[in-house]
């Protein structure tokens, strides 16, 4: 019997395409040479055009889910997607406290790429004062990040401040919604910018990018990388994945998150195409 790969623990909803959600976040764990554990918090009926409904999961079936598995594995890792209601952002945060050393990636998704809302206000409140403190690495968008902090005409620098000041040990700003031929995703902790990477721009839309990269990010954390080459290593994972992405349905691009080889080494490869 071989040794137990990192075990990193999703809670997300589902996404009947795969492209994101619960699905992407199995997918791209797995591919990355980790277990994948899963806490559904919502069903969505959605497609590659867009959300068209959610219904969140009640939570005490939330805190049951979540009680059953870190009652019998051990988890080297937490990743946070759509949680559907401030309720259910409730059960996570208690359901994290338990293990207050493991790391922490949170995904705030506030609304699809079509820009179907996936969290109401008083979700989004939970989400500030209970989530935020508890992240390791929070991974908006500069729209999230903007809307998170409260100003959406903010500098992105200031603020990632902000959203530091809250509790959050790092924050990871992706720059998909910003101009320019290159994408510029930038990695922010106490004592400001850690890092900047530039990726160019890859052309259409991608459904699932964000849950792709958070994931990835949580599953090299899991292996044990330090945040920023974490960072670093989850953006090219990515970036491939959107580059050898593929037309299915009507709408966006979905990722394809090949299986990147391990060989049994918990170090990531170093091929950054």
Not at 8 to 13: G, K, M
Request: hydrophobic share 45%.
């Amino acid at each position: 019997m071989i040794a137990r790969p990192p075990i990193v623990l999703c809670f997300a909803a589902s996404d009947p395409t795969g492209g994101a959600g619960v699905q992407a976040d199995i997918l791209t764990v797995a591919a990355l040479g980790c277990h994948p554990l899963s806490v559904l918090t919502a069903l969505t009926a959605q497609d590659t055009r867009g959300v068209h409904g959610v219904q969140a999961v009640q939570a005490d079936w939330v805190e049951a889910q979540a009680r059953r598995l870190l009652e019998d594995m051990p988890v080297d890792a937490f990743k946070i997607g759509v949680l559907g209601s401030a309720a259910n952002v409730e059960a996570v945060a208690r359901a994290i406290e338990q293990r207050p050393r493991l790391p922490v990636v949170l995904d705030p998704v506030l609304a699809s790429g079509r820009g179907d809302a996936l969290a109401d206000a008083a979700t989004r409140e939970a989400l500030r004062t209970r989530l935020l403190p508890l992240a390791t690495v929070l991974t908006p968008n500069s729209l999230e990040a903007r809307h998170l902090c409260g100003d959406d005409g903010a500098p992105l620098e200031a603020c990632a401040a902000r959203l530091v000041e809250t509790g959050c040990r790092h924050v990871l700003v992706t720059g998909t919604h910003e101009p320019g031929a290159q994408v510029v995703n930038t990695l922010y902790g106490a004592s400001g910018r850690i890092r900047e990477d530039h990726w160019p721009r890859l052309p259409g839309g991608y459904h699932g990018s964000g849950c792709t990269l958070a994931s990835a990010l949580a599953a090299f954390l899991a292996r044990g990388l330090p945040v920023a080459e974490a960072a670093r290593e989850a953006q090219a994972y990515t970036w491939k994945a959107l580059q050898r992405g593929f037309n299915a349905g009507a709408g966006q691009s979905l990722p394809h998150r090949f299986p990147e080889p391990v060989h049994g080494d918990p170090r990531p490869l170093r091929d950054h195409a």
